[in-house]
């Protein structure tokens, strides 16, 4: 698996996955009838917001991660991230990968540290996937998130310094 | 002092204290440089997302609020709101009947809650106000406010459910 920039060329094979998961409405708080050109304006912002995607050996798009400023002005130095990876591509450690590449992006940028914003708690892989990759949880917002199956679930606020 | 829904021709009285709060860096955490169309096009949103000013027995604006569904999708039934008070106007009780306006607009749109996102832990007049008016410290988020003053500061998720 490789990880690189992604461009707007490589978009024709996010929006499939990352529309399967934003509809799916489990895990972002995004409208599940979520558009593709309102997905494309999301998903791959102007800088200071880098989008990177990472493949497989034979150049298949396995899951994407969008990073950049958490807040503007005196909040613009700690970073956050979003990350889809494409549920047939589930279990191959792409989550992870992603995950520590974002680390290492945003120490390269000076970021002094990364926040999410809104991690549901029923997504408990992601959860322990943030927790092994040194996120604490700063507190939970109780019911903030409407789950399709579970109902009213909260929504943590994860972070980790960067030293 | 009463509250009324804001329109564009309340923008030009608005703007002054917009820009000294913003400018002043200490407790919101936007650009302090700021322009005017940039804070208006923020400030004045459209709906679902609704702007009201408090005004004193002569018509002078004293303060306003921004509220708004604080995510979209299956978070969208949790408010936000942002709070500006005139520096002149302060310690007249603005901010609080703004507060209270603001709990009583999320009820009467059917939010289930009300989340403030990064309210500046150095700002302890505001954090006060809102334990006053039953919102709890979710979490803080640590140093993740630059302030002019203090230096890196944390940012409170505070929250109260509508019941």
Chains 1, 2 share one sequence.
Not at 82 to 100: D, I, N
Not at 143 to 156: C, Q, R
Request: aromatic letters at 10%.
């Amino acid at each position: 698996m490789l990880i690189r920039e992604a461009t707007g060329e490589d978009w024709p094979a996010i929006w499939p996955f990352l529309h399967e998961i934003v509809a799916a409405g489990e895990t972002y708080a995004l409208p599940r009838d979520l558009g593709e050109q309102a997905a494309r304006e999301l998903w791959l912002p102007a800088p200071p917001w880098c989008t990177a995607v990472i493949v497989n050996d034979f150049g298949d798009i396995l899951g994407s991660v969008k990073m950049g400023p958490n807040r503007e002005g005196p909040g613009s130095h700690i970073a956050t991230a979003s990350f889809m990876v494409a549920p047939a591509s589930a279990g191959q450690g792409a989550g992870r990968a992603l995950g520590t590449h974002m680390l290492s992006w945003a120490r390269t940028e000076g970021y002094r540290g990364v926040q999410f914003n809104a991690v549901v708690e029923t997504n408990t892989r992601a959860v322990a996937l943030w927790k092994s990759l040194g996120f604490t949880v700063i507190g939970t917002v109780p019911e903030a998130f409407h789950h399709p199956v579970h109902g009213y679930v909260g929504l943590h606020v994860m972070h980790q310094p960067i030293s």
